[in-house]
């Protein structure tokens, strides 16, 4: 899934693809990729190197922390950035943070604010 920021970056989150490994084959991915149409520069902003990585984040639900990780997925929902420039995303098919758990369709809601 994607979005275009105010600025009119690209910016891209999971999908099914590769991981960095070509032994890894290919699976869910939690990445966040940004393309910048000036400069026609890729940039990785956060997310694994890896394929159907879980997630992992505090256990108190709307309590924001940086180190919080979408875990791996695609068919996301998708809200275009708010006036705050948060993007919203809702489920999709993929991992959750229990461990060695199958891929399975989530309902969790998470936000992003993309840098700068």
Known sequence: MGWVNPDGDLFFFGGWGYGSSTTQGTGFLN??????????????????????????????????????????RRGAALWQPDSQGYVWVFGGEGYDSTAGAPPAYLNDMWTYLPFP
């Open 31 to 72: 990445d966040i990729w940004e393309y910048d149409d000036s400069s026609g520069q890729w940039t990785l902003w956060k997310g694994s190197s890896g394929v159907n990585q879980q997630g992992g984040y505090l256990s108190i639900a709307g309590v924001p922390y940086v180190k919080n990780v979408v875990g791996a």
